[in-house]
């Protein structure tokens, strides 16, 4: 056996305090993209590894293996790039099985014992670290070095010789069983306390270090025990496999699971899909099986938590593993099987639903004027430290667009043009800001680079994220721009280099940086760590998965959507349950934490790279905030349980990172975050952070209130919240033509071109987008709309129509707007799942009258259903309701066709004084108070109230 690896901390995550820049010494020769460039001459330090690894990545690959780039940043990579151990790399957590590789072959361990340090308040961590039970070889074999034969896409092939003997192993992220062929001799187990408890034929079961397993040879053949060798000739076939029980299920070795033994697996593959209409991702993961006796078709896979619980069509065995991401349940007999997860969407930025007037609206430009001069505020100039500034503007641009505020937006976009624009041009005698393509490796590296993104390939997703979205935001001011003949082809590039979407092309590894069955991204390129690879910053990580769907969007490539709607939707499954464990079901029970900074292969930390202060231990997973970044959000009582272990652990409330912290709070409370803010506002921003986002983020997140996962949109730049039971609906439209987007309980919005919409709670229209105007004047830019916001209806009309799209305004054509089932429950006097219409910019002189409605209801054939409204008045539009009337339930009869509900049934509470509307603001939330299914409320020249 090896001797034990201790983990010790290198600089290899997404932020440490300080800057590794390296300056190139030599000027770059250019290669076009468009009208951006990259250079293939050597541009400064390179992977490094073992011995000739920086110029040779493929000597410790076979003739076998497929050709082109090697796979980096995976769970396997240790055995490529060699980082600490010249022959054989480190442990492989596979799960349910780690593994590693040694001179006399391959060592199993199925430990399922935590170690766990530092439980409690303090910097914590639990492993399943690589305890060998056995070693898989053959007989005398002693290999110099491991290879690696093959791989595909959650497997890979290690290969030993001696020159006298071989031995090729396939391994992979949820198989019980590992495959091998040998050749020189028999096929040998070494067992480390050894218990025959089973021997019967070409099969063998034992119990190894207190872990039972099975060993499978051809028919034919037998098992010979000597102690703690057992061996098989194999009856001259030369293969075998090895099955890893599930705890205490010793049966599994002829029944359940022993059938598949010989249905070698050989491949693997991945295939997801994306359906807008029904905002679902559909992921199929195949297994190619080599059958070499006869028997049951199919294989053997474990599960890990995020796929078994979004698994369709098939239903788990009884049979379990215990594994470091939690239990992990087992499919028999498959040959694929396929998870179906929503995709609740995602936002350029939170809308401006509560700063367009009064004070609120003056304190965001003060905000903002503050920035103006400085939107990007670049505080290195290493591609991580550029990338922060580049989304420190791109929100900057995004607000102020909102806001009508065009000079700051102009400057935020001038400001990533600039700066994109030039890292994407090596001009020949340049030597820094620029991108190098290295083709023995397969990996574009951006110079000057930091914390190991050249010699390691550490973090390339995290990095080009941020590149990658604010391209997509000034793609929307200035597509012209974006195009390929431009400088699209050189945000594809980094796109491709981090994760490759196209497995046709050969200049980069498919989806390098995602683990494709583990569900999450590894930052380490070389892996080789005793814990296995690692990741710390799961949220840059969805940064990037974000950015591809913005830039997929903005330049009209469904390709790069789709994989980013895929990689966003995936991984926001899986940092529920490995980084927040918000179910509390996969975390030891005795480590103590609600959430880990870092994710390792065997376990994870409460932890990081750079600082034991737990601001930034869970900061770490939140940051950058964006309106990609609404999957923070989808289990706000997690949110308030994360933030309330972080001042549990730090002793009170946060002193750095206060507006990270706050701006997740929101997703969980916001008023208690806003009061946050209000009340300590003089804190010093995180260095990708502005107070002006800041502000902006949690004031309006405060209005909107929780994220709503229980609808989606359509569109991918939409999303659902509510609060106090009126859900508000937004859309962002960055096309130059309207868009109606339906959500899946019926609903629909109509946005114009260029336009964020919402409507319910509030709305607003504002911005400009979707072939918008050059900060810089550019005869082929197209005028953009006006960003001025606008009055949902008539500002001095009394009587409005309630609209399909949720807004107050004049007759249009009827039509109707869904009102849900109140679900067997009384919901008298409190909205729950109410369609809301909204108008604002309202100038209306009160009358002597009072409110009063006609609305056409109807709910069909059901019976028992009682409607009930709600009309609430902002007199002065500053966020505040001065006026809520509630009305007393209309119940509905059972015969199909429109009723009248009026105010006739009158007041059942109100509060506040009426008073004339100045730019105000009116809402009236329909809902049903009682009965068991839905109801149907007219819209368009049908219900009408009057103020």
């Known amino acids: 056996m090896k001797p034990s690896r201790i983990l010790v901390a290198t600089v290899g995550a997404a932020l440490v305090a300080g800057t590794l820049t390296h300056v190139l010494s030599t000027g770059a020769q250019a290669d076009p993209v468009g009208a951006g460039s990259y250079t293939t001459t050597p541009a400064g330090p390179l992977p490094t590894g073992c011995g000739t690894l920086s110029t040779n990545p493929r000597q410790f690959v076979t003739a076998n293996a497929p050709a082109g780039p090697v796979p980096t940043n995976d769970w396997w990579s240790t055995i490529l790039f060699k980082k600490t151990d010249c022959a054989f790399g480190e442990p492989l957590h596979a799960h349910p099985v780690s593994f590693d590789t040694l001179p006399g072959g391959l060592g199993l361990s199925a430990n399922t014992t935590p170690q766990i340090s530092g439980t409690g308040t303090g910097v914590g961590e639990y492993h399943f670290p690589y305890v060998q039970d056995l070693q898989v070889g053959v007989a005398g074999l002693n290999a110099p070095n491991v290879k690696v034969d093959g791989w595909t896409d959650w497997t890979v092939s290690p290969f030993w010789t001696d020159g006298a003997r071989t ?20 096929a040998q187990l070494t067992v480390n306390a050894p218990q025959v408890w089973s021997n019967s034929g070409a099969a063998i079961g034992f119990t190894a270090n207190g872990h039972e397993y099975a060993a499978y040879a051809p028919a034919g053949a037998t098992w010979q025990v000597s102690g703690g060798t057992i061996t098989s000739g194999l009856a001259g076939k030369g293969y075998f496999s090895v099955l890893a029980l599930p705890p205490g299920d010793r049966a599994a070795l002829a029944t359940s699971l022993g059938r598949y033994a010989h249905n070698h697996v050989t491949g693997t593959k991945v295939a997801y899909a994306y359906n807008p209409a029904t905002s679902n991702v559909a992921t199929t993961y195949s297994f190619t099986t080599t059958a070499r006796e ?12 995020h796929q078994w619980r979004a698994l369709t069509g098939a239903t788990p065995l009884t049979n379990t593993y215990v594994s470091a991401r939690g239990t992990m349940k087992v499919l028999a007999g498959i ?95 340049k030597t820094s800001r620029l991108f190098y393509y290295d083709q023995n490796w397969g990996t574009l590296i951006g110079y000057p680079a930091s914390y190991g993104s050249d010699q390691e390939l550490n973090d390339h997703h995290f990095h080009y994220g941020y590149f990658v979205a604010a391209a997509a935001t000034l793609a929307k001011f200035d597509p012209q721009w974006a195009t390929t003949g431009r400088y699209g082809g050189m945000v594809d590039l980094l796109i491709r280099d981090a994760n490759n979407y196209d497995r046709g092309d050969n200049r980069f590894p498919y989806l390098r940086d995602f683990d494709i069955y583990a569900g999450h991204d590894w930052a380490s390129g070389h892996g080789s760590f005793g814990a296995g690879n690692n990741q710390e910053s799961s949220s840059e990580g969805m940064n990037f998965a974000n950015a591809l769907i913005q830039w997929g969007q903005a330049t009209g490539n469904t390709a790069v959507r789709d994989a980013g709607v895929f990689l966003y939707t995936t991984q926001a499954a899986a940092i529920q349950e490995y980084w927040f464990d918000s179910r509390d079901a996969n975390f030891p029970a005795a480590f103590g934490h609600k959430t880990v900074g870092m994710v390792w292969g065997d376990g994870a930390a409460y932890a990081t790279w750079f600082s034991a202060e737990p601001e930034m231990i869970q900061g770490i997973n939140m940051l950058p905030v964006t309106g990609g970044h609404l999957y923070l959000g989808n289990n706000p009582a997690y949110v308030r349980a994360n933030y309330a272990e972080l001042l549990t652990n730090n002793g009170g409330p946060p ?3 206060q507006d990270i912290l706050w701006e997740f709070q929101a997703l969980g409370d916001g008023d208690a975050a806003l009061a946050n803010f209000r009340n300590n506002s003089g804190f010093t921003s995180e260095e990708g952070e502005s107070k002006a986002h800041t502000f902006h983020w949690i004031r309006n997140v405060a209005a909107l209130g929780n994220v709503d996962t229980s609808v989606t949109g359509n569109h991918p730049l939409s999303a659902v919240f509510s609060r106090n039971g009126a859900r508000t609906y937004v859309a962002a439209n960055i096309t130059n033509a309207p868009v109606t987007v339906t959500f899946s309980n019926g609903w629909t919005l109509q946005v114009p071109a260029g336009r964020t919409a919402t409507n319910g709670a509030y709305t607003w229209s504002g911005g400009s987008a979707g072939g918008g105007t050059n900060p810089t004047p550019s005869p082929t830019a197209s005028p953009s709309p006006s960003p001025t916001p606008s009055p949902t209806g008539n500002p001095s009309t009394r009587t409005l129509h309630l609209q399909s799209n949720g807004t107050l305004g004049g007759t249009a054509p009827a039509g109707t707007a869904p009102v849900a089932s109140a679900g067997g429950t009384n919901h008298d006097g409190v909205p729950t799942n109410a369609s809301v219409f909204a108008a604002s910019g309202l100038n ?5 009258g009072t409110t009063t409605f006609d609305l056409f209801v109807d709910a069909g054939s059901t019976v028992a259903n009682g409607t009930q409204v709600r009309v609430s008045y902002d007199l002065t539009g500053d966020g505040t309701w001065d006026r809520v009337e509630t009305y007393r339930y209309f119940a509905t009869d059972p015969a199909p066709g429109w009723e009248h509900y009026t105010t006739s049934v009158g007041l059942s509470s109100a509060t506040g004084t009426p008073g004339n509307l100045t730019n105000g603001r009116v809402r009236l939330e329909v809902w049903n108070a009682i009965g068991n299914g839905p109801s149907t409320v007219g819209t368009g020249n049908q219900s009408v109230i009057t103020l």
């Open 655 to 657: 002193s750095v990172w």
């Open 167 to 186: 031995l090729r192993a396939t391994i992979g992220h949820g198989l019980p069983f590992s495959y091998y062929q040998v050749t020189g001799g028999n």
């Open 844 to 848: 209306v002189t009160r009358s002597a």
């Open 294 to 305: 006869t028997g049951s078709a199919g294989t053997v896979a474990a599960l890990y938590p």
């Open 335 to 429: 040959g694929q099987f396929t998870t179906s997860m929503a995709f609740q969407g995602v936002l350029p930025e939170i809308p401006a639903v509560a700063d367009n007037a009064g004070a609120e609206r003056a304190t965001l430009d003060a905000y903002l004027a503050q920035v103006a001069g400085n939107p990007a505020d670049f505080r290195g100039d290493d591609t991580y430290w550029t990338g922060k500034g580049l989304g420190r503007a791109a929100r900057i641009a995004e607000i102020a667009d909102q806001l009508g505020n065009t000079g700051t937006r102009d400057a935020a976009l001038n400001a990533i043009r600039t700066r994109l624009t030039d890292w994407f041009t090596a001009s020949p005698g």
